[in-house]
């Protein structure tokens, strides 16, 4: 099992780095998966529905509490340490060890009590491929500090807690579906969040005949940032429209598709589409969960590839990459559906295969890329998980 194998090597690595130091009895193991999301892209922000699922690539630490004040946190994969009083949460240069201070930060802000910790930690999760591997390390060290100093904090806590961390002293305002997805993961299942009440539940997500495959760009294209601020501009636009005929509409989640037809001429082309995208995509993730229901995971990928369109055509926050490898599958039987996956401008693509043609699916689809941007695809299998927990 590649999951048992990476906590090993993370644990050898511990006994590495702090040996002389170490009780072996008190030395404990946590894991907190990376996360995808199926359905529901750019809605968390408009208080709409995702479906995101915790998956088999996941971050570890390894982790024993001290006696003293002191925190030395081992980085794994850098082979870099750093060490500090717990009381000092002062922002060092090395930026790895700001998720793991904004936790701590977070504790105090609480006014819950740690004392020191030595930690090694690493994992499996790709950085910059959209899987959330930073909420999936502060998810971890919370849940891991809550179990060794018993905080008495549950699990909803530890996702607002982490998600803070991570606006407040790292400095990226992220929604809450990537923390949300880590600590509630459930194995074979996807969960639907309401964005805006935090009310989730489980969909059925069978796997016995398919896998999804995740296909990295390989590109970040610096739109990224400007663009995201942009579009959330451009649908508050829409809602100051919209509310001036409908005074119920807070957000997009209280529009429908039809108010924003109906509304087209004075939105505007670019808004209208902004609009139009973002009413559809939250009621295609209720739909999707229907059809899971029905365990009909072939109009399930259709929704896929319609939300893809929408991202491309109406949105506009794909790229030729993205769009370039989605193309691909298009004639491919062997896959039912295929969307970009995250912000959008690069990042990953999402593919519901066919597990007995995923071999075939990989190769060709690498070769394809490497002969149009002459870039290597890196291709991640990926299965649905639980999610943040200790492992022996």
Known sequence: MQQTHIA?????KYFQKFGETSNPDQVRTFRSPGRINLIGEHTDYNNGFVLPASVDKAVYFVIEARDDD???LHA???DETYSFSVQDLSKPAQSWTHYQLGIIEQIYKKGLKIGGFQTTFGGDVPVGAGLSSSAALECCLLFALNELYDLGLDRFSIVKMSQKAENEYVGVQ????????????KEESVIRLDCRSLEYEYFPFPMQDY???????????????????TRRQECEKGIAILQRYHPEVQSLRDATPAMVE????????????RCKFITEEIQRVQDACDLLVEGNLVDFGKKMYATHQGLQHEYEVSCPELDFLVDQTLADPAVLG???????????TINLVKKDAVEAFEQKMKAAYQEKYQIDLPCYK???????EEII
């Not at 896998?211 to 601020?229: G, P, Q």
């Open 338 to 348: 295929a969307r970009m996956m995250g912000g959008g401008f690069g990042g990953c």
């Open 174 to 185: 992220c929604g809450i579906m990537d923390q949300f997805a880590s600590a509630f993961g």
């Open 211 to 229: 896998l999804l495959v995740l296909c990295d760009t390989n590109v970040k294209h610096s739109l990224a940032s400007s663009e995201y601020n």
């Open 8 to 12: 090993e090597k993370i644990k050898e």
């Open 262 to 273: 109906t509304h087209k001429d004075e939105l505007g082309d670019i808004v209208y589409r």
């Open 70 to 72: 002191q925190v030395i």
């Open 76 to 78: 794994a994969d850098l």
């Open 382 to 388: 990926v299965k649905i998980t639980t999610g943040t």
